[in-house]
């Protein structure tokens, strides 16, 4: 491991980098301050836009700004993780795609956190709960998501 | 989509006149420009020309200092090295693929602007990693004033920090989808670990059962070890030259029938329309719009195989099989086995043994095998065709993810 990760000596807490938080980011990676996962919007036609851009790429207006959505999603796909990659973040854990209801083509990469990453499966429910992570920066609220309740049974495949 | 007019294929302007490679190896420790020199000293060389013939140079990515050993080479250094005159050149990470810097080159002599291009891929990963192992080099792992921009920012913070993870994503929802099992991706390691045993330049030659393969450790489910290629050092340059220039050479030059270097769609790691694809399926999509060939007219393909499930995808995406049924396609092995080249219904696939086994050249290594195995100057490991001739058609592609391109040639 490199000598030089910031936590220190004796401190376990997973090590995890952290992103550029910017103007047109910050919605998103400081909305769970408030309680909210926050997605760019474009006002003219409703279009949910992610990753944030300054254009909404299906009617192309300019007035984008962000929203609140619902925290509810699905599991679209993922995978187990058994590889230590950085100091203390600790393996196995789930990393998946959610598939966000308010629309089609809106999904986020994430963890699905407060169950056993065995537990994880194929359009599983869930609903997001933040993890707020220490920055120098300035704090950042990682949208994680939990098994929102009963999974969808469906057919045996 | 409106009727157009079939597109001028200008790439086959351009040829491939010779390839070269340093040394290959795991932890070898030579300097990374010196690699790159051996490499295209052979590749002018094996051209039939001489420095002051090559007035042009093409590198992915270009000089780079992260991540360690990723790159170290670029443009300049070899110009300034060999002291050529160039009347073009390019350099950059931002291409389709890492082949897309020879793309450029087929550009840039398909219009006239460069008469011979040197195009070279160095990595020194093993190298920079020393003993440490993969995680040492992890992106951003080194803390301090890193922070994730881009792409990355939606990932690394999650603990998603190799394309291991995305891949492994994509892998799992073909195999949701479409009943794809590890016994069955297993091949594509399996196959590249046979060929490798002929290839005097291959980092792994032992013999892997699929009992190894089933038993070694996990990765990013359902990808484990002898799913993801093996950091190397080494150089390897392809020299590109216009078509009429190369005319009664000693050797045939290797033709290039097509190109495919698309961008379509929403083409991220996890924004894409259809996750068990990526841009590769658009990139080969175009290459067969520019050919009257199809994939039953090809006898090698050399399918860039980062992660085993890579390699599938583009099997699919290249038409060898259908969408979903990659699976069922390289099980047991036959269809892609060298034995293949030429038949009716498979194809010798990473007749090297790509960068699971030979290393990772990244991209490449795929376009230097393709090269030789068209030439018939592929040693103990040249495929054969069921006639007995050398392979005729070929493909050569590398890029997974976001970026793609492939590359149809002929003998």
Known sequence: ?157 | MNATPPPEVGERRAVITGVGQSNVGRRIYEDPLAMTIDATLEAVEHAGLSLADIDGISTYPGNMNTPPGFSGVGVVELQDALRLELDWFSGGLELPGQLGAVANAVAAVSTGLANNVVCFRTVWEASAQGDKGRASVTMGGGGGTYRAQGFLQWTLPFGAASAANWIAMMANLHFHNHGTTREQLAWIALNARRNAQLNPKAIYTDEMTLDDYMSVRMISEPLCLYDCDVPADGSTAIVVSRAESAEGRSRAPVRIEAVGTALRGRPSWDQFDDLTTMALRDASAMMWERTDLTPGDVDVAELYDGFSFITLAWLEALGFCAHGEGGQFIDGGERIAREACGSSGGVALNTHGGQLSAGRLHGFGFLHEACLQLWGEAGERQCRRPDGGTPEVGIAAAGGGPLASSFLLTS
């Open chain 1, 1 to 157: 491991m490199n000598a030089d990760a910031t936590a220190d000596a004796g401190d376990e807490t997973p090590f995890r980098v952290m992103p550029a938080v910017t103007v047109d980011n910050e919605h998103f990676w400081r909305g769970g301050a408030e309680g909210e996962l926050r997605i760019l919007r474009c006002a003219r036609c409703a279009y949910w836009i992610h990753p944030p851009a300054p254009i909404c790429p299906e009617c192309l207006g300019r007035d984008v700004s962000p929203e609140a959505v619902s925290g509810e999603a699905t599991v679209l796909s993922y995978t187990v993780n058994h590889q230590l990659w950085y100091p203390n973040l600790d393996p196995p854990y789930a990393v998946a795609i959610v598939q966000l209801p308010e629309q089609a083509d809106l999904r986020l990469t994430t963890n699905i956190v407060n169950c056993e990453p065995s537990e994880v499966d194929f359009d599983m429910t869930v609903k997001v709960t933040f993890l707020e992570y220490p920055d120098s920066r300035g704090n950042v609220w990682l949208p994680m998501f939990e098994p929102a309740g009963e999974k969808d049974e469906g057919p045996g495949s």
